[in-house]
């Protein structure tokens, strides 16, 4: 019944890419350079297994599957113009301490360390991790780019309602799906209208970490666009 619910998911959500992508011409750069590393770095999705979810993949009984790409490559593209699409804003030159590529790598692979040591040396739930690890690249941000405060919050709470949006679609597809993949016992346990809660705080999570993140590394910020820029 739910061979082939995770790929039906990741649909939803590249659908939503494609109308992102084809709308916004002048995002497609950003959009596909944050999918692409957002995929790169989708083999994280090993670690969630043991302690949050036991999806399915149509592959096989694998523990990574093209499932686990498509959704990185998506929610990492969405995530990233989601608050710039919605609200008409336009990239700007900024005058500010453009991050070079090498403090870029640190604070990502910072963030991936403290993803791991938190998961498996202290054990804590690696969705309460991940949470942590994307707090300290939002956090890095804020230090030199404190004008991308409002855009980074914004886009946290789009991306946490549309995780919650999306949620209440496919549970309808496939009702009993939470009770069946997710390990609610070694997490709250809470759910809102039938959503886990953690799913909820992830995309926020995310929003936030990378919801700014191409424009901090860019050295860009966000304006309206004049009458004939439009």
């Known amino acids: 019944m739910h061979f082939y619910a995770y790929l039906v998911g990741d649909a939803i959500f590249i659908v939503i890419w494609l109308v992102l992508f084809f709308a916004r011409k002048d995002l497609r750069r950003e959009m596909l350079i944050m999918s692409v590393i957002g995929s790169f770095f989708s083999p994280l999705a090993l670690i969630f297994l043991p302690d949050y979810w036991y999806p399915d993949h149509i592959l096989g009984n694998y523990h990574l599957g093209i499932e686990d790409y498509l959704f990185a490559f998506a929610i990492a593209g969405i995530g990233s113009v989601i608050y710039e699409a919605v609200f008409g804003k336009i990239h700007t030159l900024y005058e500010c301490r453009k991050c070079g590529q090498k403090d870029l790598l640190i604070i990502v692979l910072a963030a991936v360390a403290i993803l791991l040591v938190l998961t498996f040396v202290f054990n804590l739930n690696s969705i309460y991790s991940n949470y942590v690890a994307f707090l300290a ?36 597809v496939y009702p009993g799906i939470i009770q069946h993949w997710w390990r609610l016992d070694n997490i709250s346990g809470i759910l809102i209208l039938g959503v886990p809660l953690e799913e909820i705080v992830w995309g926020f999570s995310w929003g936030i970490a990378g919801g700014s993140l191409y424009e901090f590394a860019r050295g860009i910020g966000l304006k309206k666009p004049s009458n004939n820029e439009k």
């Open 137 to 172: 690249i939002f956090l890095f941000i804020m230090l030199y780019r404190r004008d991308l405060l409002w855009q980074s919050l914004i886009s946290g709470f789009m991306v946490g309602f549309l995780m919650f949006f999306f949620y209440q679609v496919w549970v309808a």
